[in-house]
């Protein structure tokens, strides 16, 4: 299937009403395709490749999370799709929050899992270490020192990019979709890591005061608790889906 242009993959199982599962960065439709599995004779199972990840292709310009939301919604259009679950792991849960958030006629449910959105705070150090990386990159850019100095800034995320991704993830970890969770109208279940370090559970907590009348649940594991508590995930989220059937 072309989305945007783009070659995209993605894995459908399952019937009844659907539900479409995204990813986190540096992941892809393998992270829910256990959850899938287990629902399947329930529901109709949609794991997506984002756009550079996995099978599917890389966008060619520098995309936003809005511009990720954009094309999942032609996706579902391609498929014929008009109402739906949808599931998103962190920067997955940008992308579903946008579309729940913009589009919400189309979304019987949303459930997000350590989701990406709330902007994290920079301590002293982490200011300090990027105005140095600053200072070294105008310098390599001036050919006054080699480009292997900034290989020792940024994430390791960012290092396994290519140009375009490194660019496109420069651009979405720098918004803020505060106001993009206090939009959700639609029922929401918040499901996070006791111990995830990459979108701490205060973040989660901050979401769940953002969106009225979510719902949250705390889970032992770290930032893919959906898969360190596989078994309690998937009994919250059936839970979950099964009042709105």
């Not at 395709?33 to 890389?58: H, M, P, Q, Y």
């Not at 993830?169 to 996070?192: A, G, H, M």
Request: charge should be positive; glycine fraction near 6%; aromatic fraction near 12%.
């Amino acid at each position: 299937m072309k989305i945007k242009n783009l070659a995209t993959f993605y894995v459908e199982q399952g019937e009844g009403f659907p539900i479409l599962f995204l990813h986190g960065w540096g992941s892809s439709h393998l992270d829910f395709l256990g959850t899938a599995n287990v629902v399947k004779n329930s529901f109709r199972c949609i794991n997506l490749d984002l756009w550079g990840f996995g099978k599917s292709e890389e966008p060619k310009a520098v995309w936003s999370s809005k511009d990720y939301a954009e094309a999942v919604l032609e996706f579902a259009d391609k498929l014929k799709i008009e109402h739906l679950h949808i599931v998103g792991h962190s920067f997955g849960g940008k992308i579903a929050s946008y579309l729940c958030a913009k589009y919400p006629k189309r979304f019987k449910s949303l459930v997000l899992v350590d989701s990406a959105g709330i902007l994290k705070k920079q301590s002293i150090l982490q200011k300090f270490r990027e105005k140095k990386y600053k200072k070294l990159k105008n310098l390599v850019q001036n050919g006054k020192k080699p480009e292997k100095v900034l290989q020792k800034f940024g994430s390791q995320d960012y290092k396994d990019a290519s140009v375009t991704m490194r660019k496109i993830l420069v651009t979405v970890i720098k918004e803020d979709f505060s106001s993009v969770f206090q939009n959700i109208k639609i029922p929401t279940l918040i499901v996070w890591g006791k111990k995830d370090k990459t979108t701490p559970l205060k973040m989660g907590k901050r979401i769940k005061q953002l969106i009225i009348n979510s719902n949250f649940v705390i889970l032992n594991g770290g930032h893919f608790c959906h898969i360190d508590s596989f078994s309690n995930f998937n009994q919250e989220v059936l839970s979950f889906w099964r009042k709105y059937d």
